[in-house]
């Protein structure tokens, strides 16, 4: 009988080659899909969502078979920018697009996607330098080895080309980007009748019962949820819906603060979440939330949500010739981000976020005002921060008046 091994393991049970049979248990990998990657904090298939500091705050992009709210700002401008940016990384990606909405036609906002900066770098690398003669300007001048060789373009561009991409907003998208991959659009007035609209058979309103059923449609034909298993190399379907639960959808939540479909929303999310989890895909919605009357809804579509974040712009406010807010263009809530696996929600350690945005960058950051009473602050905002010292001091002292310093 042979000697036992090391650990009580048989000398049989060793291989010829001198190595053991057992082997590292090894988990089932995910997936290879393009344009997206496993998270490093639970290892879940993540995609960007166009906006690469966006994708920071959420903790590296959005979670594959979750939904994603956009508050919308009053005017709607920088919601339906994001929607954009949306749909365009998913074009860029190869992914399928389904795009909804009751005010726009899909078409229109699929032509006037923003073009990815990505196609810029091919050409900037094949252009030719011409030599420039000797005891010229450019000749005095030199630059380290190491910086010689490297592209002259931005560096966040370059390192966006993994994962997340930046648009050039004053130019659209390419037309045979837009026709490599397979679209679905979803035009209210085109795809309800009157009849239909008037009709109160169903639990949800019309209108959302037809946006379900084609969702349903594109998941299942498409075999994102496995019941048609997709031939070749899996995809992921992006699906954008625009100011869902506005007027324009058939629902009163907006106008009336005892709506008659008080649950019709609510009902929607809740039926569409159940059927993200179950497929690969993921959804960006764009909520009017200001204009609802009755908040208790509010708080139940943030609750139905697995990701909420509100935007507030500057345009038309008291803070848009504040000088204090000069380089910013509105102001970022994250109020809901997903522990996926867990029945509480995360919370976001920056708290105080805004927005702005250029030609070729919509970028996210800590708010950061200049110090009070500075040299970097207008005379006009030193008299208002001034005359409110002034407001706060008035209890601390009868003393502590105008200019005069406090008397403790």
């Known amino acids: 009988m042979a000697a036992p091994g090391v650990g009580g393991m ?50 590296g992009g959005l979670a594959v078979g979750t939904l994603l709210v956009i508050e919308e700002d009053t005017y709607g401008t920088y919601s339906n920018l994001l929607l954009k940016y949306f749909v ?128 349903q449609q594109a998941v299942h034909q498409g075999g994102f949820d496995g019941s048609n298993p997709q031939r070749g190399e899996k995809n992921i379907l992006r699906i954008g819906i625009q100011s869902l639960g506005s007027v324009l959808w058939g629902d009163d939540i907006c106008s009336d603060e005892r709506p008659h479909n008080v649950h019709s929303l609510t009902r929607f999310l809740y039926a569409l979440r159940g059927l993200l989890r179950s497929s690969l895909s993921v959804c960006f919605i764009t909520l009017p939330e200001h204009l609802i009357q009755n908040k208790a809804i509010t708080v139940r579509v943030r609750n139905l949500s697995d990701t909420v974040v509100g935007l507030e712009s500057f345009i038309g406010s008291e803070r848009e010739s504040n000088p204090l807010y000069k380089d910013y263009h509105g102001l970022l809530y994250v109020h809901k981000i997903p522990r996926l696996n867990s029945l509480i929600c995360d919370e976001t350690d920056t708290k105080d976020l805004a927005f702005k945005l250029k030609r070729k960058l919509f970028s996210i950051e800590r708010l950061h005002l200049p110090p009070d009473l500075s040299d970097t602050v207008s005379r006009s905002s030193k008299q208002d921060v001034a005359g409110s010292a002034k407001l706060l001091s008035s209890g601390c002292g009868t003393a502590a008046v105008g200019n005069k310093h406090l008397d403790f």
């Open 10 to 59: 048989s000398a049989r049970n060793v291989p010829a080659g001198g190595e053991t049979s057992f082997r590292r248990k090894v988990r089932g990998k995910l997936p290879a899909l393009r344009g997206a990657r496993p998270s490093v904090h639970n290892g879940q298939l993540l995609v960007s969502t166009g906006v690469p500091s966006l994708d920071h705050i959420l903790g």
């Open 88 to 215: 365009a990384e998913g074009v860029v990606n190869g992914h399928e697009i389904f795009v909804a909405s009751a005010s726009e036609d899909p078409q229109m906002t699929l032509k006037d996607l923003p073009a990815p900066l990505t196609d810029e770098l091919p050409k900037l690398d094949e252009r030719k330098v011409e030599p420039e003669a000797p005891g010229s300007a450019g000749d005095s001048m030199k630059i380290a080895w190491r910086y010689q060789n490297l592209p002259k373009v931005e560096s966040v561009t370059l390192s966006s080309s993994r994962f997340g991409h930046y648009y050039d907003i004053s130019k659209p998208m390419c037309p045979d980007m837009l026709q490599s991959v397979k679209t679905h659009r979803f035009y209210l007035p085109q795809m309800i009748s009157l009849e239909e609209a008037y009709s109160s058979s169903s639990k949800m309103t019309c209108d959302y019962s037809q946006l379900l059923h084609s969702i």
